[in-house]
T-cell receptor
Framework: AQSVTQLDSQVPVFEEAPVELRCNYS??????LFWYVQYPNQGLQLLLK??????LVKGINGFEAEFNKSQTSFHLRKPSVHISDTAEYFC????????????FGTGTRLLVSP | GAVVSQHPSWVICKSGTSVKIECRSL??????MFWYRQFPKQSLMLMAT?????????EQGVEKDKFLINHASLTLSTLTVTSAHPEDSSFYIC??????????????FGPGTRLLVL
């Protein structure tokens, strides 16, 4: 079975500052990793995913994440945030075989202030 | 593209009644649909996976007679909470994928339905 830990429930940051949202996972098998964003009153939207290849994955809206197998991490980063990035961010993992069964973290609320 | 809607967005019902939640893929055909449940300050928990025209696969601990899932077409899946009780109050979210639900695929999520059982 897989599990995901997002230690930061809330991350406040000023506009144009860099941000990192942390995600650690555990699994006994190889995995695929995802980051989803949820804006108020909207469904989750895929930001990026790691399937294979380069460990640095670039997503939408200027976000990127780095897969670190030795540290079982998949932290999300953005060099300069905007007010519009205020949202809930979910990290998720699935085993890389069989049917997709996403296991989500508890989410991190990113609060961007002017 | 790849928009998923849910109806209703929120519902309040009396204990003992049944509630149906609809999940629709608006601009694509969804071979596989997923139903999740989210309690406050907790993560989304997968309840079941359904493929069009076949029975849903429920996760361990989810009562299939309590949470009836019907995936009658490639654009519609319904979740019926039967004989709802206050402990069923939660945020229910559906998602859909284009293909058979393989691990590499992208799921497209609906905005969720908040259920309050009094």
């Amino acid at each position: 079975a897989q599990s995901v830990t997002q230690l930061d429930s809330q991350v406040p940051v000023f506009e144009e500052a860099p941000v990192e949202l942390r995600c650690n996972y555990s699994s006994s098998v190889s995995v695929y990793l995802f980051w989803y964003v949820q804006y108020p009153n909207q469904g989750l939207q895929l930001l990026l995913k790691y399937l294979s290849g380069s460990t640095l994955v670039k997503g939408i809206n200027g976000f990127e994440a780095e897969f670190n197998k030795s540290q079982t991490s998949f932290h999300l980063r953005k060099p300069s945030v905007h007010i519009s990035d205020t949202a809930e961010y979910f990290c998720a993992v699935t085993a890389n075989t069989g049917f997709q069964k996403l296991v989500f973290g508890t989410g991190t609320r990113l609060l961007v202030s002017p | 593209g790849a928009v998923v809607s849910q109806h209703p967005s929120w519902v309040i019902c009396k204990s003992g009644t049944s509630v149906k939640i609809e999940c629709r893929s608006l601009d694509f055909q969804a071979t596989t649909m997923f139903w999740y449940r989210q309690f406050p300050k907790q993560s989304l928990m997968l309840m079941a996976t359904s493929n069009e025209g076949s029975k849903a696969t429920y996760e361990q601990g989810v009562e299939k007679d309590k949470f009836l899932i019907n995936h009658a077409s490639l654009t519609l899946s319904t979740l019926t909470v039967t004989s709802a009780h206050p402990e069923d109050s939660s945020f229910y979210i559906c998602s859909a994928s284009l293909l058979a639900g393989g691990p590499r695929e992208t799921q497209y999520f609906g905005p969720g339905t908040r259920l309050l059982v009094l």
